[in-house]
């Protein structure tokens, strides 16, 4: 037991001496980071890079956020910190406290914009040994902007270690981007150089694109030119694959936007025959829900901010369809068979219900958060997806197929189509019509209002956010069909798409332009759209 001890003792005085011989060894370079001026500073970082010891990180970031000063006291390099109306001192090194000092006992070290870039490739160059995958990916990826040659040795070190294939291959990827645009370029041989631009054109993306295009048109010999130049070609036309994905999953996107806001106006305009003008405001009005139950979690129940949107949906839906009926039955009923009347009184409503809004929230954007798992990215290969891109494509979809089963499955739904397909027939039946009506607007605008909490996750919550997109919504249910709903969410789908791959070339407004000039077009072909609603009668 005692020989145990003994031999555990004289093992931790190995590692006290190591480590402190360590710490002297990065001592001076440390010190002088404090002296000599901008050049002395990059001097002593390219030396503490150089070392390769994960010790020098903190110091380095320590100068980086402007927390290394010199102590005049002794002119030793501390780290000071805020602390009150004083500074906190401790050792960079160590981390050891120092105690504590005022703003005349210290001097900051300085830094300028050649000293930033010098200090991201040496916290690059350190971070390439760290045992966490993913801040040695973040290391490598900063090293493949920064090619710095210094890092060029432990680089290589990391990548001999390296057990992660994709941190690996992000290391390589650094290393040949050093080597192709660095000194060592000359001295490599046509297989190296091939390897390296192979690498390179496995990476594939814009910034790989860059580097082949320097390497293509810097004063290279024949054979790296040609390498590259085959290269790029490879490139190219693997980014243009990805942006063909890309835009369609924008136009996948967009198409999910508008099918929400459409789908509500193919039930009160494809199955009542009603020209709701005002439907843009129940998409608003499902907006300012989300805005005032956001504003409620964040008042009385902060923690649970992320559920507020799923309280949201059927408050929105709610308050929304709510509107709807009582518009329906105050003024749309009295219009039936009188489509011009019916546009010229929603078209009014709408103009009340934007004042109306303008007077209680003001005129201003409202600030509608996004819940944590809406928020953030993911990459898929080339193509990049926002979480809350695809929670809104799910949801669309989901209104899309509770819609149908509505429509088909159940007694209400049964009455709309009866009442849409004959009315008096439907009347004599023994449903009773008017509430079949009322009911039916309140739940297009309702439908309207989930498509307004959709809305407020990606665009601006203001009185205006409705117009935006009751043209397009008209646009998709006559595409589609009038009264189909499969037709509006072709139609929805569709024109997204159309859009999105328009808009590289034509701009936002000239393609818009050029999809409403297809509409015409179409409409002179096909009047009733893509799938027309066979035995549709609805009558005053």
């Not at 000599?36 to 110091?59: C, F, R």
């Not at 409202?366 to 990215?377: K, L, Q, T």
Request: glycine share 10%; hydrophobic share 50%.
């Amino acid at each position: 037991m005692r020989r145990a001890l003994r031999w555990l003792m004289a093992l931790c005085v190995v590692v006290a001496t190591s480590t402190a011989a360590h710490a002297a060894d990065l001592r001076p370079l440390v010190q002088a980071l404090g002296s000599g001026g901008y050049s002395g500073t990059e001097k002593a970082l390219e030396q503490l890079s150089e070392t390769g010891d994960t010790a020098a990180v903190p110091v380095i970031e320590a100068l980086q956020a402007g927390d290394l000063h010199v102590r005049k006291s002794d002119n030793a390099v501390v780290i000071a910190r805020k602390s009150g109306d004083a500074f906190a001192l401790s050792d960079p090194l160590s981390g050891q406290a120092l105690g504590q000092a005022t703003a005349a006992d210290v001097t900051r070290i300085r830094i300028n914009n050649s000293l930033r870039r010098a200090i991201s490739a040496s916290l690059g160059a350190l971070t390439l040994m760290s045992p966490d995958a993913g801040v040695r990916r973040s290391a490598a990826d900063a090293v493949f902007k920064s090619r710095d040659a210094n890092a060029l040795p432990t680089l290589q070190k990391a990548i001999d270690k390296e057990q992660d294939k994709a941190v690996r291959a992000a290391m390589e990827q650094a290393r040949a981007a050093i080597l192709l645009t660095g000194e060592a370029a000359s001295k490599m041989t046509d297989a190296d150089i091939q390897s390296a631009v192979d690498t390179l054109a496995a990476r594939g993306d814009r910034d790989a694109l860059v580097l082949l295009n320097m390497v293509a048109g810097s004063g290279a010999s024949d054979v790296t030119k040609k390498s590259a130049a085959a290269a790029i070609s490879t490139v190219e036309q693997k980014l243009a694959f990805w942006a063909a994905l890309q835009n369609l999953w924008y136009g996948l996107s967009l198409g999910s936007v508008l099918l929400l806001a459409a789908i509500g106006l193919a039930v009160t305009f494809g199955v009542m025959g009603v020209i709701n003008m005002a439907h843009g405001e129940m998409v608003m009005i499902g907006a300012y829900t989300t805005f005032l139950v956001q504003e409620f979690f964040r008042a009385h129940a902060p923690g649970l901010f992320d559920l507020s949107i799923l309280v949201a949906l059927p408050a929105a839906f709610i308050v929304s369809g709510g509107v709807g009926i009582i518009i329906e039955r105050s003024v749309i009923r009295w219009l039936y068979g009188r489509p011009l009347e019916t546009l010229l009184a929603t078209w009014g409503l709408s103009l009340a219900l934007q004042q109306a809004v303008r007077s209680i929230f003001g005129p201003t954007n409202r600030e509608v958060g996004a819940p944590s798992w809406m928020s953030g990215a993911f990459e898929l290969g080339g193509l990049t997806i926002t979480y809350g891109r695809l929670w809104i494509v799910i949801f669309a979809f989901a209104v899309f197929a509770a819609l149908l089963v509505a429509l088909k499955r159940t007694w209400f739904g049964l009455s709309i189509r009866a009442v849409t397909q004959n009315r008096p027939m439907a009347n004599a039946m023994g449903i009773r019509t008017a509430r079949v009506d009322a009911l039916t607007f309140g739940l297009g605008s309702g439908i309207a209002g989930l498509a307004g909490v959709a809305l407020s996750q990606i665009d601006n919550v203001s009185p205006n956010l409705g117009q935006g997109y009751i043209i397009d919504s008209f646009m998709v249910v006559v595409f589609g069909g009038v009264g189909n709903l499969w037709g509006t969410l072709v139609g929805a789908l569709t024109l997204g798409s159309i859009n999105k791959f328009l808009e590289p070339y034509a701009g936002a407004v000239l393609g818009k332009i050029l999809v409403l000039i297809f509409i015409i077009l179409f409409i002179q072909r096909r009047p009733r759209g893509l799938f027309a609603l066979k035995g549709r009668a609805v009558e005053a």
